[in-house]
């Protein structure tokens, strides 16, 4: 009987997982930035690779118009957030500026003193993740280079 319980219990979250995703989807556009990000860490892996499936499958499914829509969307709503920004940067006094810009300047420091105070053995391992990376991205076979391409142009 307990059996019978458990396996209807994994069945039940198995047909519901995928209502679950597809509404959390549509809610993800509807989030601000930060709670997006936020939901998004909260993510295990599976979970996190199924809404990107999710997300791949849509886009796949999307006629030519409808991803030239979807493209120019994006491309609208990153024009906003960099005139949002732009409007803000130009909102801060002088010496709000003056702080961010030492707050930058500190945070390069900080990496560069990070990045001399590896060993050569460190400093080779860490370029040669930063050439997978970067070959990653270029292969038109590896996954990296696949959401590359979904990205908008711009």
């Not at 409808?66 to 732009?86: G, H, K, L, Y």
């Not at 930058?104 to 420091?109: G, L, N, T, V």
């Not at 053995?121 to 270029?138: G, L, P, V």
């Amino acid at each position: 009987m307990k059996t019978l319980r458990l396996a209807a219990l994994v069945a039940g979250c198995a047909l519901l997982a995928p209502a679950i995703m597809a509404q959390s989807i549509d809610e993800l556009q509807d989030m601000s930035p930060e709670e997006r990000h936020e939901y998004l860490q909260n993510l295990s892996q599976e979970e996190r690779q199924a809404l990107a499936e999710e997300r791949r499958a849509r886009w796949e499914a999307m006629t030519p118009e409808e991803r030239d829509a979807a493209r120019n969307e994006a491309r609208e709503r990153r024009e906003a957030n960099r005139a949002a920004m732009r409007e803000q940067w130009d909102s801060l006094s002088e010496e709000e500026r003056a702080a961010l810009r030492e707050q930058r300047r500190e945070r390069m420091e900080q990496r560069r003193e990070t990045w001399n105070s590896l060993s050569d053995e460190e400093k080779a391992a860490a370029r040669e993740q930063m050439r997978e990376r970067r070959d990653a991205a270029r292969d038109p076979r590896s996954e990296r280079s696949k959401n590359r391409d979904r990205r908008p142009p711009q």
